[in-house]
């Protein structure tokens, strides 16, 4: 079983930065691909950003690529989302994605779910 805890969301200004972590607990990180997903208000859920397992490559939607990093580090089991320049239509909570198949987080799934993290951006 594998449990994502999603932290560092918060409120702030258009033109900040966030960096959110996902913390993951279970066995065999590195061997998931992950990834972001968010939900605005009234929206559905959209994919955000992706990192495979193999750390080779790193894949965004296009409404935050060049503004937003992903990475993440399997000797802590975590999994990171820097948001620079962030403006008010990133507003959502974001969640955590997870999956040994690297399709699933690339289209916007997952096979766990955490509780998300909220990011307000003022205007």
């Known amino acids: 079983q594998v449990q994502l805890v999603e932290s560092g969301g918060g409120l702030v200004q258009a033109g900040g930065s966030l960096r959110p972590p996902c913390a993951v607990s279970?066995?065999?990180?590195?061997?998931?691909?992950m990834g972001w997903l968010r939900q605005a208000p009234g929206k559905e859920r959209e994919f955000v950003a992706a990192?495979?397992?193999?750390?080779?490559?790193?894949y965004y939607a296009g409404s935050v690529k060049g503004r937003f990093t992903i990475s993440r580090d399997n000797a802590k089991n975590t999994v990171y989302l820097q948001m620079n320049s962030l403006n008010p239509d990133d507003t959502a909570v974001y969640y955590c994605?997870?999956?040994?198949?690297?399709?699933?987080?690339?289209?916007?799934?997952?096979?766990?779910w955490g509780q998300g993290t909220q990011v307000i951006v003022s205007s």
């Open positions: 990192i495979p397992s193999s750390d080779v490559a790193t």
């Open positions: 279970g066995r065999s990180f590195s061997r998931y691909s």
């Open positions: 994605a997870a999956s040994l198949q690297w399709r699933v987080v690339t289209t916007g799934g997952s096979d766990y």
